[in-house]
C-alpha cells in the first residue's frame, strides 16, 4: 500500500491532517513498525497505545492515528483522529480491497486452514505473484493488516480465515470478497462456543457471504454436515474434494517416503501428483489446491512441478530427523479430535520406519465433551502397531486410563507437565528405526519433546 495520508482520511470520511506523508503500510506494534508505516494504538484493559506513539514516530512511522477521547495528542506530528483504532483499521482495509485487482481465495475450516494455504500459494507462485496470510494473521485485526499490505501488483491474495464463534467468518469474508473460497473440513475445535459440530459447519458456511457474484466454493464432500448448507446455496458455484469416488475431485492411491506422499486423483483431474509432505489428510487439502489451479488456467504439468517444492509452515506434519537417525514427524501446532485421528492414521499406515511411537498432547476449547473426545482415541492406537505412547497434559490422563492395560509399562507413560521426564523416557526407547508422531493443542508446546534430539 502506498497512499497519501489525505486520501487514507478521505477512505474514512474524517477531517484531513494539516501534514500529509506518503504512507507505505500500517503497523500495530512499534517492535515490528517499519519506517513510513502509519501506526494504529489501541486501548484495552491493561495497556494504551497511545504511549507508544512518541515510540513509533522515533522509529520512523509516516503518521497515527489517535482516538478522538483520547487526551492530550501530540503536536506537530500527522494525526488521524478516530472515533475506533480497529474499525478505521477495518475500513482502510475495504476501502484498499476496492482498488486491488487481485483475485482474493478466502480459506476457512477447523483443521488444515494455513497448510491449505500454504498449498494454494506455493502452486500459484511459480506463475503469479502471490501474497498470503503470515502467521496467524486471520482475524478481524490480522486479515485487514494482510490487505493492507499487498502490493498494487499483487495478482493472488490467499487469506486464512480464522473464528471462535458464530458472525466472524461473515465479516472476514465481507471484508474480503473472495472469488474463490475453501472449507478444508469441519473438526471439533471451538466446540466450547459453538456447541455442536453442526454449529461449527454453520460458522465455517458463513464465508459464502462475501463471495463474489462469479465466485465458487471448494468443499470437503466427505463431509454430510456440510451438504445441507450446499443445497440450500443453489445459486453459488461449488465443487467438492475428498476421498470418496463422488466428489468432483477424489484420491485413488497414496504412498508414503521419507520424501513425501505420492498419490494419484480422479475426477476434474486425473494425474499423479506428489507433495514433500506426509498424510493423507494433507493430500486431502492439495485437492483444494489443485482445483483452484484448474480454475486459474495452470495445466497438470504446471501444477505437479510447483507442488513438489512445497513447503509448508513449521510444524505442520513436519519431518525432522533426530541425531540418532530416528525420525520426528512435528505436528504440534494444533489438535482435535479429527487432525489427530488423521494423524495417528497416517502412522498407523507408513511403512518408513517399522517402530512407531505416538507423543500426544492435550486437545483444548473441546468444551464439556473433552473427556468423552480424549478417550475416544484409545480405540485408534493398537498395541499391535504402535510401539509405545508418550502422553502430556493433565487432559491426556483420561487416554491414559484407557491405554494403561493396553500397554505394558515399559512402553507408555503419562506426565502432567514435565518434559524432561518424556524427553527422558523416549531418548531410552528410540533408535535409527523408529519414528515418532509428536501433537498435541497450541497450548501444550511439544515441540519442545523435539528440540533436543535434533541434530
Known amino acids: 500500500m502506498k497512499k497519501y495520508l489525505q486520501e487514507i482520511a478521505d477512505w474514512l470520511g474524517i477531517q484531513k491532517s494539516a501534514l500529509n506523508p506518503q504512507v507505505t503500510g500500517v503497523s500495530i506494534n512499534t517492535r515490528t513498525l517499519q519506517p513510513g508505516d502509519i501506526f494504529i494504538p489501541f486501548r484495552g484493559e491493561n495497556v494504551n497505545g497511545h504511549r507508544f506513539v512518541k515510540d513509533a514516530f522515533d522509529k520512523g512511522a509516516a503518521a497515527s492515528f489517535w482516538l478522538k477521547d483520547e487526551p492530550n495528542p501530540p503536536e506537530d506530528v500527522p494525526l488521524l483522529f478516530v472515533e475506533s483504532g480497529e474499525k478505521a483499521l477495518q475500513q482502510?482495509?475495504?476501502a484498499y480491497r476496492e482498488e486491488l485487482k487481485a483475485t482474493f481465495i478466502g480459506i476457512t475450516g477447523s483443521n488444515g486452514k494455513t497448510s491449505t494455504k500454504d498449498l494454494v500459494a506455493g502452486m500459484l507462485s511459480p506463475y503469479f505473484r502471490v501474497k498470503k496470510t503470515e502467521g496467524?494473521?486471520?482475524?478481524?485485526?490480522?486479515?485487514?493488516l494482510t490487505i493492507l499490505s499487498l502490493e498494487d501488483d499483487t495478482e493472488f491474495?490467499?487469506?486464512e480465515m480464522g473464528m471462535s464463534s458464530f458472525g466472524e467468518i461473515e465479516f472476514l469474508s465481507n471484508?474480503?470478497?473472495?472469488?474463490?473460497?475453501v472449507i478444508t473440513n469441519i473438526g471439533e475445535a471451538h466446540m466450547q462456543d459453538l456447541g455442536s459440530?453442526?454449529?461449527?459447519?454453520?460458522?465455517?458456511f458463513e464465508i459464502i457471504s462475501g463471495l463474489m457474484a462469479n465466485g465458487q466454493l471448494f468443499y470437503d464432500g466427505?463431509?454430510?454436515?456440510?451438504r445441507p448448507f450446499v443445497e440450500n446455496a443453489p445459486s453459488i458455484q461449488t465443487k467438492s474434494f475428498g476421498l470418496n469416488k463422488q466428489n468432483d475431485l477424489s484420491i485413488i492411491e497414496v504412498n508414503f517416503t521419507e520424501q513425501g506422499s505420492t498419490f494419484r486423483v480422479a475426477g476434474e483431474l486425473n494425474e499423479e501428483m506428489s507433495i514433500p509432505v506426509l498424510g493423507e489428510h494433507q493430500v486431502k487439502n492439495t485437492l483444494a489446491a489443485l482445483l483452484i489451479g484448474k480454475e486459474v488456467g495452470l495445466t497438470a504439468e504446471q501444477m505437479r512441478d510447483a507442488l513438489k517444492k512445497i513447503v509448508l509452515t513449521d510444524m505442520r506434519m513436519q519431518v525432522i530427523e533426530a541425531s540418532n537417525r530416528s525420525i520426528f514427524i512435528n505436528d504440534a501446532y494444533n489438535a482435535a479430535p479429527t487432525s489427530m485421528k488423521a494423524a495417528i492414521s497416517f502412522l498407523e499406515s507408513s511403512s518408513i520406519k517399522p517402530v512407531k511411537w505416538l507423543v500426544l498432547g492435550d486437545m483444548l476449547e473441546l468444551g464439556e465433551n473433552e473427556k468423552q473426545y480424549h478417550e475416544q482415541m484409545s480405540e485408534f492406537i493398537s498395541n499391535d502397531v504402535f510401539t509405545g505412547v508418550c502422553l502430556f497434559g493433565p487432559r491426556m490422563e483420561w487416554l491414559y486410563g484407557r491405554l494403561v492395560e493396553k500397554f505394558n509399562e515399559d512402553s507408555i507413560i503419562w506426565v502432567e507437565n514435565d518434559y524432561e521426564q518424556l524427553i527422558l523416557f523416549l531418548e531410552k526407547r528410540i533408535n535409527e528405526k523408529s519414528i515418532v508422531l509428536?501433537?498435541?493443542?497450541?497450548?501444550?508446546?511439544?515441540?519442545?519433546v523435539i528440540e533436543p534430539f535434533q541434530k
Request: aromatic content about 4%.
Open 92 to 94: 482502510m482495509a475495504v
Open 136 to 144: 496467524n494473521f486471520n482475524n478481524e485485526l490480522g486479515l485487514p
Open 157 to 159: 491474495a490467499v487469506l
Open 175 to 181: 471484508l474480503a470478497k473472495p472469488k474463490y473460497a
Open 197 to 204: 459440530r453442526e454449529g461449527i459447519a454453520k460458522a465455517k
Open 222 to 226: 466427505d463431509e454430510p454436515l456440510l
Open 438 to 448: 509428536v501433537k498435541g493443542s497450541r497450548g501444550m508446546k511439544l515441540e519442545r
